[in-house]
């Protein structure tokens, strides 16, 4: 089983749509959760920090859920600037704590059209 | 514009060749990792360094080397390529070894080997 797990897609949707990702996660260690976003051929950039409380930036919404180990992404009103791979990471410490790697999910290609 | 450069941008490397890519991080991050990224994958953790010691390996085989210098700058060795090493080389940095808060991406490298 991989440790992040995100549906690859493409989604294909029209503007102004809502659209929601999900992703699970193995590691019930894992410190702290992003998702990033990035443009064909660049590299991620982050999008948005995600909490439990769940957390909110414009038209975007994140929320993290420990106990399903499931972390998710709901974008409203989509741009056609939208259009991008979304990808769910996880940070997680080494046994020692004196490190952190992020694990990627493979990404879910998103399209936005007029 | 992001704080972290990579060089080169792009390389053509014959297999069995030796490899090494540049990284220039943040001033004051003390932490930089490395990803490789194939297509249509999510970024797999190489290694870490804090401090110019290496603190942290993923699933990499040994001819995967790296040096962290003083004035933040990085490298990755990589020895004996083969096709399959043909992948974006992404450099992250951060402030500290466990980086709860996420990274900043370089640019990348993209690595051809023919």
């Known amino acids: 089983r991989k440790e992040v797990e995100q549906d690859p897609g493409p989604f294909n949707v029209p503007e102004g749509a809502t659209v929601a990702f999900n992703c699970t996660y193995s590691?019930?260690?894992?410190?702290?959760f992003f998702w990033y976003r990035q443009d064909c051929r660049k590299e991620p950039k982050l999008l948005m920090s995600?909490?439990?409380s769940g957390n909110e930036d414009g038209r975007f919404t994140a929320q993290l859920n420990r106990a399903s180990q499931y972390i998710s992404l709901l974008i409203r009103d989509s741009k056609l600037s939208d259009s991008a791979t979304y990808l769910c990471?996880?940070?997680?410490?080494?046994?020692?704590?004196?490190?952190?790697?992020?694990?990627f999910g493979t990404g879910t290609r998103l399209q936005v059209t007029l | 514009e992001t704080g972290v450069t990579q060089s080169p941008t792009h390389l053509i490397k014959t297999r069995g060749q030796q490899v090494t890519l540049r990284c220039s991080s943040q001033s004051g991050h003390n932490t930089v990792s490395w990803y490789q990224q194939a297509l249509g994958q999510g970024p797999q953790f190489i290694f870490q360094y804090y401090r110019e010691e290496e603190n942290g390996r993923g699933n990499f085989p040994p001819r995967f080397s790296g040096l962290q210098f003083p004035n933040y700058s990085s490298e990755l060795n990589v020895n004996a390529l083969e096709l399959d090493d043909s992948a974006l080389y992404l450099c992250?940095?951060?402030?500290?070894?466990?980086?709860?808060?996420?990274?900043?991406f370089g640019s990348g490298t993209r690595l051809t080997v023919v």
């Open positions: 590691n019930s260690a894992s410190q702290s």
């Open positions: 992250a940095s951060s402030l500290d070894k466990v980086s709860l808060y996420g990274y900043t």
């Open positions: 995600v909490y439990s």
């Open positions: 990471v996880v940070n997680s410490l080494k046994n020692t704590g004196t490190a952190s790697k992020l694990t």
